[in-house]
C-alpha cells in the first residue's frame, strides 16, 4: 500500500496510480468539489488507473438518539 500527495498538481501521484494494482480515492468533506473530483478521476482515467472505491473523510457523524 502506497500513500500519496493530491492527484491535482502532482505528476508523482499519477506515476504511482498508474503502476499499482487499485486505487482508492480519498476526499475531504466540505473541500473537494465535483468540478475537481472530476479533475481528477479524468486523469486517472488517462492512465488506466483501477479505482477500487473511495473513502470520504472528515465526515461530521450527528449521533441519533434511539
Known amino acids: ?3 500519496s500527495a493530491p492527484v491535482l498538481g502532482m505528476t508523482d501521484t499519477v506515476v504511482l496510480a498508474s503502476e499499482g494494482d487499485a486505487v482508492a480515492i480519498v476526499i475531504k468533506t466540505g473541500t473537494a468539489t465535483r468540478k475537481t473530483l472530476k479533475l481528477a478521476l479524468a486523469q486517472l482515467e ?3 488507473a483501477q479505482i477500487c472505491g473511495v473513502v470520504l473523510n472528515d465526515v461530521d457523524i450527528i449521533p ?3
Open 46 to 48: 488517462r492512465v488506466d
Open 64 to 66: 441519533i438518539s434511539v
Open 1 to 3: 500500500m502506497l500513500d
